[in-house]
């Protein structure tokens, strides 16, 4: 491969990168989107039964958090990838930058740990939700 073909495959790399992270947070507006819009039914519809909410928040949190870890992988390799090739060039701009960065931020969560947050509290509240509902129906049929 020659080295102009190195570079322009470089570039296709970076492209790649930047249009998975914009996916990654048109994802999140929409799943985010998707619980508000629950949360404003369940406040404007009267009489509207919680489980209403907290089944499809369940189903729309692990689906959420699996395609976080997805994207999060595909980027980690995607960034591979760039910093193999950057091997051969006489810099490394993005092998440089996330040395720098993790000497900066020496133990600090990643942002896509922080971003893995909001399904998971968002899911396991609703999961604690239907367990309750279920315990709740369990304890009528065996205690009337």
Not at 14 to 28: F, L, M
Not at 64 to 79: E, G, P, S, T, V
Not at 99 to 107: A, Y
Not at 114 to 139: D, M, Q
Request: hydrophobic share 45%.
């Amino acid at each position: 491969m020659s080295t102009q073909d190195e570079i322009e495959l470089y570039k296709v790399m970076v492209e790649t990168v930047t249009a998975n992270e914009a996916r990654r947070q048109q994802i999140n507006s929409v799943f985010i989107s998707l619980i508000a819009a629950g949360f404003a039914a369940l406040g404007a519809i009267n009489n509207l039964d919680p489980i209403y909410l907290a089944i499809p928040a369940a189903a729309v949190c692990a689906l959420w958090y699996n395609k976080i870890q997805y994207l999060k992988l595909l980027a980690k390799a995607k960034f591979k990838v760039i910093c193999d090739l950057e091997k051969g060039f006489s810099s490394q701009p993005f092998a440089d930058e996330w040395q720098h960065f993790e000497s900066l931020r020496k133990g600090r969560r990643g942002l896509s740990e922080l971003e893995l947050t909001i399904p998971l509290f968002i899911g396991f509240s609703s999961f604690g939700y239907i367990a309750g509902r279920l315990g709740n129906v369990l304890l009528n049929l065996l205690c009337p």
